[in-house]
C-alpha cells in the first residue's frame, strides 16, 4: 500500500512558476512509476508528466519546455517544478503510482494510487 499527499498548489499570474511535491508512504516507492495527472473543470484526467524507476520521463505535448518531473527515491518524493505557467495550466493535479518499475504510463486507469490532489490556478 502506497499513501500519497501532494502540496504546493495555489495561485499564480500567466508566466509565473509553482512547485508541487508529493510524499509517498511505504517501502517500495523506488519499484513505482510516479506520475502527475491534471483535471480542469468538465474535463477528463489527464497526463501531464510521468517518471520511472530509471528516470526515464514522459511529459505531455502541452508541458514540454515548461514542466520538469523529478524524483528522490531516497526521500520518497516525485515533484513538478511548472514554469511559464498558462491559463489553460488550471486544474486540480493529482499524484499517482503505478506498480510497475519501467513503464511510461500515462493513462489514469494504469495507476494503483492517487493523492489527494492540489488545486493550481493561473490568472490571465
Known amino acids: 500500500q502506497v499513501q500519497l499527499v501532494e502540496s504546493g498548489g495555489g495561485l499564480v499570474q500567466t508566466g509565473g512558476s509553482l512547485r508541487l511535491s508529493c510524499v509517498a508512504s511505504g517501502r517500495t516507492f523506488s519499484s513505482h512509476t510516479m506520475g502527475w495527472f491534471r483535471q480542469a473543470p468538465g474535463k477528463e484526467r489527464e497526463s501531464v508528466a510521468v517518471?520511472?524507476?530509471?528516470?526515464?520521463?514522459y511529459y505531455a505535448d502541452s508541458v514540454k519546455g515548461r514542466f520538469t518531473i523529478s524524483r528522490d527515491n531516497a526521500k520518497n518524493t516525485v515533484a513538478l517544478q511548472m514554469n511559464s505557467l498558462k491559463p489553460e495550466d488550471t486544474g486540480v493535479y493529482y499524484c499517482a503510482a503505478r506498480r510497475q518499475l519501467l513503464s511510461i504510463a500515462t493513462t489514469p486507469s494504469e495507476y494503483n494510487y492517487w493523492g489527494q490532489g492540489t488545486q493550481v490556478t493561473v490568472s490571465s
Open positions: 517518471i520511472n524507476w530509471r528516470g526515464n520521463t
